[in-house]
C-alpha cells in the first residue's frame, strides 16, 4: 500500500525566501502530482511528474521526481503572499488506473 | 483545461436524511470519477472509484451501503448519503480522469453540514 508523508506540515516564511517541500512515498508510483487547496476550496493542479528526473516549472513553483529515492520536492522560490496555500503531492500506485494517495499537506503561510 | 463541476456546493441536512450530491464532467468524458472526502485541516481520503456502467470499487473501511455510488453516464456520477448523522458532515470532492488518463480534474467539492 502506498503512503505518502510531506514535510514540513506547516511553513511559515517571509516574503521572497526561498524553500523546499519535500514529499517521500513507500513504495513504487507511476506518477507524482502537486496540487494546491486554498481555504475552502478544492484542489488546483500544480504538476504532473511522470519520470525520473522530471523536472517542471510554473513561476515561482518547480517541483522535481526522484523515483529512485522515492522523493519530490516543490521548491519556492522568492515567495510572494499569493502563495499561501495548502499544498499536496499526491502518488498513484502503480497499475491501480489513477486512484491517488495524497500526503498530508503542508500549509504555507508567506509573511509581508 | 476539463472542468469537473459538482452540485450542490453547500448542503445543511437534519440527521437521518439522506442527500445526493452530483459530480460532471462538463467538456470530456470520464469513464472513471473518484469520490473524496476531506475532514477540517486534514488531506483527501480516497472514498471510492466509480465506473461508468458498473459498480463502484469502495476503499477499506467506507460502508459502501452508506455512501452510495452511481456512475449512470460518461459525464455524471452521483454520491448520495444515506441517513446522515453529524459525523458524515465534511467536504466531498469528486475528481474526473480524462481519457489519457494522467490527470485528474477535480470539481469544487461540496461542503456537507448534518444537524
Known amino acids: 500500500e502506498l503512503k505518502v508523508e510531506q514535510n514540513p506540515l506547516f511553513l511559515s516564511m517571509q516574503e521572497g525566501k526561498n524553500y523546499t517541500i519535500y514529499c517521500n512515498y513507500s513504495t513504487t508510483s507511476d506518477r507524482l502530482y502537486w496540487y494546491r487547496q486554498d481555504p475552502g476550496k478544492s484542489l488546483e493542479s500544480l504538476f504532473v511528474?511522470?519520470?525520473?528526473?522530471a523536472v517542471k516549472q510554473e513561476g515561482r513553483l518547480m517541483a522535481s521526481l526522484d523515483t529512485k529515492a522515492r522523493l519530490s520536492t516543490l521548491h519556492i522560490t522568492a515567495a510572494v503572499h499569493d502563495l499561501s496555500a495548502t499544498y499536496f503531492c499526491a502518488g498513484g500506485p502503480t497499475g491501480t488506473a489513477s486512484k491517488l494517495t495524497f500526503g498530508t499537506g503542508t500549509r504555507l503561510q508567506v509573511t509581508l | 483545461g476539463a472542468v469537473v463541476s459538482q452540485h450542490p456546493s453547500r448542503v445543511i441536512c437534519k440527521s437521518g436524511t439522506s442527500v445526493k450530491i452530483e459530480c460532471r464532467s462538463l467538456d470530456f468524458q470520464a469513464t472513471t470519477m473518484f469520490w473524496y472526502r476531506q475532514f477540517p485541516k486534514q488531506s483527501l481520503m480516497l472514498m471510492a472509484t466509480s465506473n461508468e456502467g458498473s459498480k463502484a470499487t469502495y476503499e477499506q473501511g467506507v460502508e459502501k451501503d452508506k455512501f452510495l455510488i452511481n456512475h449512470a453516464s460518461l459525464t455524471l456520477s452521483t454520491l448520495t448519503v444515506t441517513s446522515a448523522h453529524p459525523e458524515d458532515s465534511s467536504f466531498y470532492i469528486c475528481?474526473?480522469?480524462?481519457?489519457?488518463?494522467?490527470?485528474?480534474?477535480f470539481g469544487p467539492g461540496t461542503r456537507l453540514l448534518v444537524l
Open positions: 511528474l511522470l519520470s525520473n528526473g
Open positions: 475528481s474526473a480522469r480524462d481519457r489519457a488518463g494522467q490527470t485528474q480534474y
